[in-house]
């Protein structure tokens, strides 16, 4: 043990690492594959969207050291995480990375709130594709994985998951996010399961819940509430920044992290001690 190199460079290094992004064209999972494409990782970015990845991609290699990569694809069904999957296994036969970051919400009243658009396809793509795009990868997260190597899942949560508050002011008056939160603590909880199953099979699997991040997802709070989001919810005075999801993301597929599975990272700069002053709609 005391042989061990314990520099920087030995201790977060993933160089050459195969890293799998999903919702990795805007956002944080963008902030992420960027930390990752510029410390020698090969990355693979999917969403959607395809011009909005080609438009990430053009901006994430003008500082990678591995051309970025990206596949098309919606994980809102199993048929389309197999997809995705499928196509991956075309070009890679090893993953060392996957990073479930696909997420989506809906907003609506309480007494109207849609069943399909604010329930079935919330948990398809925020529960639903971490579990099934594991369970295809699984065999390529394994091969060659050792303790001191394993394969890494890293699943994107939110302080929601804790925070039962669905009324507040990153959604509209009378509007509240009843699915997101609900959603975000069964990623939370797979997280769990997932990290027990696939322990013994050399892979980890960790989840960062993230606080205020500038987003599209947020982008409607950013506009209505401006500063008061800082004033009575940030203890640290700003929101989340790309070096602040990069640097955990790359602690958790880095030597460093080699012993570390099932845990649920909080990054909300404290916010999590001053809900209390967002308070919700009482109003039925």
Known sequence: MSSQDLSSPALFNVKDKIVL????????????????????????????KENQ???????????????????????????????????????????????????????????????????????????KSIFYS??????LLTKDSTNEDPGRVINISSTSSIDPQSEGV???????????????????????ALALKLGPHQITVNAILPGLFPSKMTAFGFKT???????????????GQSSDIAGLALFLASPASAHVTGTHILLDGGARFRRAGLTASTKL
Not at 101 to 115: A, Q
Not at 134 to 139: D, E, F, H, R, V
Not at 182 to 191: D, E, G, R, V
Not at 225 to 236: L, M, R, V
């Open 21 to 48: 992004v999903t919702g990795g064209s805007s956002g944080i999972g963008k902030m992420m594959a960027n930390g990752f494409c510029q410390n020698g990782a090969k990355v693979y970015i999917a969403s959607r």
């Open 53 to 127: 990845l080609k438009e990430a991609v053009a901006e994430l290699n003008q500082k990678a050291k591995i051309p970025v990569q990206y596949i098309v694809a919606n994980v809102g069904s199993k048929a389309g995480c197999d997809a995705l999957i499928n196509e991956f296994k075309k070009r890679e036969s090893k993953l060392h990375v996957l990073i479930n970051n696909s997420g989506i919400t809906w907003g609506g009243r309480f007494d109207d709130f849609p069943e399909e658009k604010g329930w079935d396809n919330v948990f398809n793509v925020n529960v």
């Open 134 to 139: 594991k369970c295809t990868l699984a065999p």
């Open 225 to 239: 509430a401006g500063e008061e989001i800082f004033k009575f919810a940030q203890p640290s005075g700003r929101y």
């Open 170 to 192: 990153l959604s509209d008056e009378g509007n509240g996010t009843w699915s997101y939160q609900p959603s975000k603590a069964a990623a939370n909880h797979l997280t769990s």
